[in-house]
């Protein structure tokens, strides 16, 4: 009787893994992903940050649909030592739009995470300058950030940056001008 016990808890468990994965790659199938026009390459995004003098990018790609189905996409900056952002409202919206314009990999259903990496003295704020920029509720800085701050953009549907970004994926935003400078 135990090991009948066992051999139904066993079963009970591989079909619940079983419908849990089929449940994943339902949600899976129907978020767009890979678009054959538009937009642009991962690689040709990460070529545009880069050539904001004083910023390389350090990580920047989509993510797989997790198994709620949400996606995302996650994009670090460094500022260089003897550089400084000069218009973090510009930047944070370049990064966004960047980010929603890249064709490979899923399309971003839930949020674009944005982290800037900085000289801790400089009092740069990603989230603070995604508030002005109109992106995210407005906030003040974060004291002690210690030089790394991030930016939330909720891009679920229905929401103000959904709708400010449009279709995905989006226009190539042009590299904004004078958005850092040295120190």
């Known amino acids: 009787m135990a090991r009948l016990s066992r051999w ?14 089929a449940c994943g790659q339902a949600r899976r199938d129907t978020i767009p992903h890979d678009a054959t026009s538009g937009g642009q390459t991962l690689s040709e995004m990460r070529a545009a940050v880069s050539d904001i003098p ?4 350090d990580v920047g790609g989509g ?6 189905g949400n996606t995302g996409y996650d994009i670090a900056v460094t500022v260089s030592p003897g550089y400084r952002i000069t218009d973090g409202p510009a930047l944070i919206t370049f990064l966004t739009e960047s980010a929603w314009s890249v064709r490979e990999g899923y399309m ?3 949020q674009i995470s944005i982290t800037v990496k900085d000289d801790p ?3 740069f704020d990603a989230a603070a300058a995604a508030g002005e920029a109109g992106w995210i509720e ?3 800085p974060v004291p002690g950030s210690n030089g ?17 970004l449009g279709a995905w994926p989006g226009a190539v935003p042009a ?3 004078d958005v850092t400078a040295m120190k």
Request: no cysteine.
């Open 8 to 21: 139904i808890a066993v079963a009970l468990l591989v079909s619940g893994i079983a419908s849990l994965t």
């Open 54 to 57: 004083g910023l390389s990018i």
């Open 63 to 68: 993510e797989p649909p997790n198994v709620k």
């Open 108 to 110: 971003p259903n839930a």
């Open 121 to 123: 003295g400089s009092g």
């Open 138 to 140: 407005p906030r003040e």
């Open 148 to 164: 790394f701050t991030v930016a939330n953009v909720n891009v679920r549907d229905g929401t103000p940056a959904r709708q400010r």
């Open 175 to 177: 590299v904004p001008a």
